[in-house]
């Protein structure tokens, strides 16, 4: 028995299951823009961000080589922004970023957002591993930008480092190399802690290893923007105070004129940096102490030269995971901040201060670079309930300067409070005795 025979398409319909065959259901395309919210029609009419271009196209084959000799094995030379051939001893200075892609110019003219490549919204599939074919040998060379920027031929050990900025947010726009050396941060991090020695905890001290320090470099979003602010308060001038009531009682009351001000400012920030990795900025401080990492800014960004993974070699990093869009609203909380503090000496006269009630900040133009900070790491854990409190001892990698978390025998800071106390209100005893 013959197949029944199936009726060939109309060519004027085009193929099975094309646009012609299927209408698209009426009313439903295209968009009208004014009929969305606000806040979603604003994102789409919004241009997109301009990218500016920092790949290092000469290093896109994964190996760094020596300007002289042309070999491989490269490092980062302490204490310097210098990297050195192992070869051949051959010293160059990496390009600074500021004066080759403009990052310090223009900023009072930023208009909308400008993204530098490496800080590109990262793929939600991209992958960690990456592959490289030895162009000495043709071996595959894998590596994982989790841990690690660079890896060694296990044939020819030709150096391989991840320059390519693929869409994994592993590879930044610049980095700003370490100068402080391991002997001298595992130093300050010993003097740091020995100043709190007699309130720390005995298992912290027992096991205290400053030689375990570690070197690693933290992804940052370093922001320039364009800005402008309008606030609005009540502001008071005090035209008398006295007092009223005796001993216990006695009370002082203010008199005041009070005041409507609004200020206006226009300013530009300049390298405002901005941690890019969910874990860091993570600030419970139930469970860590990464805030302490704040407080070794600032960093001297605008030395900061061109991505070249040579400068990774046997230094740890951790993974930009955050992009532009999640960072926006902390860079408004920050620039709020700045503008407040910007209004307040044109408010000095009102001695009895200002309640900004009312505020408008209006962002007029942003650029986002990508760059890696350097920073030595000591952490402690501390075990407790619902998981304990990971400590960090952090030093600038750049500057020295040192801050960190010590946990602390808490019985300890009870018995000295109570004995302050006691001592101070003897004292007050005494004062009034002998003034009576």
Not at 240 to 261: F, I, L, N, P, S
Not at 264 to 272: A, E, G, T
Not at 365 to 387: A, F
Request: glycine share 8%; net charge neutral.
């Amino acid at each position: 028995m013959s197949n029944p025979r199936v009726p060939a398409p109309d060519p004027a319909l085009g193929g099975p299951g094309s646009p012609q065959q299927v209408p698209p259901p009426s009313g439903s395309f295209p968009i009208d823009p004014a009929t969305l919210p606000e806040a979603i029609r604003d994102e789409l009419l919004a241009p997109d961000p301009v990218a500016i271009d920092t790949s290092a196209e000469e290093l896109k084959d994964g190996l760094n080589r020596c300007p002289k000799c042309g070999a491989t094995d490269i490092r980062h030379k302490p204490g310097t922004d210098l990297l050195v051939c192992l070869y051949c001893r051959n010293e160059w200075h990496g390009e600074r970023v500021e004066e080759l892609f403009g990052f310090g110019e223009g900023i009072d003219q930023l208009r909308d957002t400008v993204v530098a490549s490496g800080a590109q919204d990262i793929a939600a599939d991209a992958a960690s591993l990456m592959s490289f074919k030895c162009a000495g040998c043709g071996a595959e060379v894998t590596v994982n930008t989790e841990s690690a920027m660079t890896a060694r031929c296990h044939w020819c050990r030709h150096v391989f480092g991840v320059n390519e900025q693929v869409a994994n947010g592993a590879v930044p726009d610049a980095i700003l190399p370490f100068h402080i050396k391991k002997d001298d941060a595992v130093a300050r991090i010993r003097q740091f802690v020995d100043k709190r020695r007699l309130f720390a905890l005995k298992a912290f001290k027992e096991q205290f290893t400053p030689d375990n320090v570690t070197c690693v470099y933290l992804p940052y979003m370093i922001v320039d923007a364009n800005a402008s602010a309008d606030v609005a308060g009540k502001a008071e001038i005090e035209t008398r105070r006295y007092t009223r009531g005796r001993g216990k009682d006695k009370k002082t009351y203010y008199d005041a004129d009070v005041y409507q001000v609004q200020r206006h400012v226009n300013f530009i920030v300049d390298d405002l940096p901005m941690e890019s990795t969910a874990h860091r900025r993570n600030l419970d401080t139930r469970t860590n102490t990464n805030n302490i990492i704040n407080t070794i800014l600032p960093f001297d960004t605008k030395n900061a030269v061109k991505w070249n993974a040579s400068y990774l070699v046997g230094v740890t990093s951790e993974k930009r995971n955050l992009d532009v869009a999640h960072l926006r609203p902390h860079l408004e909380d920050q620039l709020l901040s700045i503008a407040r503090a910007q209004v307040v000496a044109s408010a000095s006269r009102y001695d009895r201060g200002v309640r900004w009630e009312q505020e408008q900040l209006s962002v007029h133009g942003t650029r986002w670079v990508s760059m890696y900070l350097p920073v030595w790491l000591y952490s402690y854990h501390q075990p407790g309930k619902n998981g304990g409190l990971l400590h960090y001892i952090a030093v600038n990698g750049r500057t020295g300067e040192t801050m960190g978390s010590v946990p602390v025998q808490q019985w300890k800071l009870l018995t000295v409070a109570i004995t302050v106390g006691t001592f101070l209100e003897g004292i007050a005893l005494w004062i009034i005795g002998n003034s009576s």
